[in-house]
């Protein structure tokens, strides 16, 4: 009789650690589906602003008569080419050596948003956190003139945040670059055209 009274009071015992195993790993397993879908619903925020892009590429909605050639940013000590640069597949196209101008932006010079982004590299457009408000950024276009813009405003953004892709009333231009931990962020500077 003792021995069987010892064996349920074991058995007892033994329920509890097991209990509160079962029930970490499903807490740990909720958090991890919680992470899980909160990034598949930003994948999808940013797919669809890929493809509103698209969409406005494919309608030729492109008029590159006053298309960024070169940009020069004094803070960085960097001149760089500008090329096209267009969203195919959900994909964006990044120069490797450059900056890209979002084809479906503004034109420089003109009302609108002039949207020009670009690797987060040494050679690129690595260290644009410098750049502070009231620095000046230097663009030319295909005419050769250049066009001269004072940065107002510099923020991080998710990558789903694509409001700062919008046409405006003023005459603007907008760069940005990869930032956070593994490229989750984008670090975002915009000036408006000065006289």
């Not at 034109?107 to 670009?118: D, P, Q, T």
């Not at 923020?155 to 956070?180: A, W």
Request: proline share 2%; charged share 25%; aromatic share 10%.
């Amino acid at each position: 009789m003792y021995t069987k009274v010892y064996k349920s009071k074991k058995s007892k015992r033994n329920f509890w650690p097991r209990l509160n195993i079962v029930l970490a790993v499903a807490l740990i397993l909720a958090g991890s589906g919680l992470i899980f879908l909160s990034t598949l619903d930003q994948v999808k925020s940013y797919e669809m602003g890929s493809q509103k892009i698209e969409k406005e590429v494919a309608a030729g909605q492109s008029d590159l008569v006053k298309k960024p050639v070169k940009i020069f940013v004094p803070q960085i000590n960097r001149t760089l080419d500008v090329s096209d640069g267009f969203i195919k597949d959900g994909r964006w196209k990044v120069a490797k050596t450059g900056v890209s101008y979002l084809t479906t932006s503004g034109h420089v010079g003109k009302v609108g948003n002039a949207v020009l982004y670009g690797h987060n590299t040494q050679g690129i457009l690595g260290g644009l956190w410098r750049v502070q408000i009231g620095d000046i950024v230097e663009v030319t276009a295909e005419s050769g003139k250049v066009y001269k813009y004072e940065i107002f405003e510099r923020k991080e953004v998710k990558p789903n945040q694509v409001e700062i892709l919008d046409q405006t009333q003023d005459s603007r231009l907008t760069i940005y670059t990869c930032s956070g931990f593994l490229d989750t962020a984008r670090f975002v500077i915009v000036g408006r055209l000065v006289d």
